[in-house]
C-alpha cells in the first residue's frame, strides 16, 4: 500500500496565509467611507428628507414634541442612510438647508480588525450624532409669512434630492413634513377654496407645483391651528388623497402637542 507524503510545511501556511489575507480583503471593503460625504463609497443606503414649515409661528409644547419626533426620525436612519433637513420659506421653492450627510454608523458598526471604531465613533459624533442632536434647537419659530408653499417645497425635494445621483435604484426614499399644512399661495389657498379637491384640480397649483412621488414614502408631523377653517380629518383626507394621486405612499399623520 502506498503512504501518501506529508505535505509540505510551508506549502500548508503559505494556503493559510493566503486564505487569511483573502477574509482581510473582503472584510476591508465593509465599513468604509467617503471622506467628503460620510456616505457609503457605493452611495447611501437609503434618503430621508425632513421639511420643517417655518412660515407660521409654533407653540412651546409643540416645539417640544416636534424636536422628539424629530429625533425619533433620525434615530431610525440607519448607518450609510443619508439625511437632508429643510426649512419652508415664503417663496414657492425655496428652501433652506440645515443639514445634509450620510450617518457613517458609530463605533460599533466597525470591525476593529479593519478598521479604527474609536476613530469613527469621534467621526460619527462629530458629523452627524452632536450636530442633528442640537438641530432641533435652530428650528426658525418667527412670525406668519405670507405664505404657505407646502407643495412647491415638496416637489423642489423631489427634484433635487430623490431624483438627484444619490439616489440608487430601489433605495428607500421617506419624506416626513412637519406642518400645519395649510397650502396657502397666491394660486391656490385652503383658506380661500376649503379642502374641495376639485376646486384644487382646477387651479393652477396642480399644474405648477405637481410632481411624481413614486417610491416615496410620506409621513406628516401635524401641527395643529386654532384657526383653521375645517376639520384635521377632513385636512388629512386630502393630503392623503393628494399624496396618493402624485404616486407617493402616505405613511401616516401624526399629530402633535398643543394647539396654535
Not at 467628503?36 to 416645539?63: F, R
Not at 474609536?118 to 438641530?135: S, V
Not at 406642518?179 to 376646486?199: A, F, N, V, W
Request: aromatic share 8%; hydrophobic share 35%.
Amino acid at each position: 500500500m502506498r503512504v501518501p507524503l506529508p505535505r509540505p510545511l510551508p506549502l500548508v501556511l503559505s494556503v493559510a496565509m493566503l486564505a487569511g489575507f483573502g477574509w482581510m480583503w473582503t472584510r476591508s471593503g465593509n465599513g468604509h467611507i467617503d471622506a467628503n460625504t460620510n456616505c457609503p463609497l457605493d452611495g447611501p443606503s437609503s434618503l430621508t428628507a425632513v421639511l420643517i414649515d417655518a412660515t407660521d409661528p409654533i407653540s412651546a409644547t409643540t416645539m417640544a414634541d416636534l424636536k422628539n419626533e424629530f429625533r425619533k426620525t433620525i434615530g431610525q436612519v440607519e448607518p450609510g442612510g443619508y439625511v437632508r433637513i429643510y426649512t419652508l420659506s415664503s417663496a414657492p421653492g425655496e428652501l433652506t438647508v440645515m443639514f445634509d450627510g450620510c450617518n457613517p454608523g458609530d463605533g460599533s458598526t466597525v470591525d476593529s480588525w479593519t478598521n479604527n471604531p474609536a476613530r469613527r465613533q469621534k467621526k460619527w459624533e462629530n458629523a452627524f450624532g452632536d450636530p442633528l442632536n442640537k438641530l432641533p434647537d435652530e428650528i426658525p419659530n418667527a412670525a406668519s409669512a405670507s405664505q404657505s408653499p407646502i407643495m412647491a417645497g415638496i416637489q423642489k425635494i423631489k427634484l433635487s434630492l430623490f431624483d438627484s445621483s444619490l439616489a440608487k435604484q430601489g433605495s428607500p426614499k421617506r419624506l416626513v413634513v412637519a406642518s400645519d399644512m395649510i397650502e396657502h399661495t397666491t394660486i391656490y389657498s385652503q383658506y380661500r377654496s376649503g379642502l374641495d379637491y376639485q376646486k384644487y384640480l382646477n387651479s393652477a397649483a396642480d399644474r405648477t407645483y405637481g410632481t411624481s412621488l413614486d417610491g416615496v414614502g410620506i409621513t406628516i408631523l401635524y401641527i395643529d391651528r386654532a384657526k383653521k377653517p375645517f376639520q384635521t380629518l377632513d385636512h388629512a383626507e386630502f393630503w392623503t388623497h393628494w399624496v396618493q394621486n402624485h404616486h407617493g405612499e402616505f405613511e401616516k399623520l401624526v399629530g402633535l402637542d398643543g394647539l396654535n
